[in-house]
């Protein structure tokens, strides 16, 4: 089992206040054989599609001194976790978890923007302090 990111609290209970149910917690992902853990699932029923809505959340806290280092490894694991979803659980959206501090410090890096557009990287960010869910890059 791999060691929690500092923030994966926050962001389950950030998860919980915006009325998501955790399913997983970590998510085990199996292709072939090979396993991995992605830190979170949920669920949550959306009313106006009449059905349920799924993600899996893979926590990040981007503590290394380099930010564009943290950015490189974080989705090479988030495209990695991808595939492997698109494979076995089609219907189940990868989120990248992340604080309000670091989507701040991210935004002011043109490399780290134009990286996770090109690789459609769906982004939550969470104000850690007060354990809310403050933007989307996907309409939860």
């Known amino acids: 089992m ?3 990111d500092i923030y994966h609290e926050p962001i389950k209970a950030a998860l919980l206040n ?3 149910i955790i399913t997983h917690d970590p998510f085990r992902i199996e292709y072939r054989g090979d396993q991995g853990f992605i830190d979170l699932g ?3 029923l959306v009313a106006a599609q009449y059905g349920q809505r799924k993600i899996a959340v893979e926590v990040k806290s981007f503590l290394n ?6 950015v490189q490894q974080a989705i090479g694991q988030y495209l990695f976790y991808r595939t492997i ?3 076995i659980e089609p219907d ?4 990248l978890g992340i604080s309000s501090d670091t989507a701040t410090e991210l935004l002011g890096r043109p490399a780290a ?5 090109r690789q459609q990287v769906q982004v939550m960010v969470v104000a850690i302090e007060t354990e ?3 933007r989307w890059t996907l309409s939860p």
Request: no cysteine; aromatic share 6%.
């Open 2 to 4: 791999p060691a929690r």
């Open 18 to 20: 915006a009325g998501w």
């Open 42 to 44: 949920a669920e949550r």
């Open 65 to 70: 001194p380099s930010l564009l280092t943290d």
């Open 85 to 87: 979803l698109d494979e």
């Open 92 to 95: 189940r959206i990868l989120v």
């Open 113 to 117: 923007v134009l990286y996770l557009e």
């Open 132 to 134: 809310e869910i403050v």
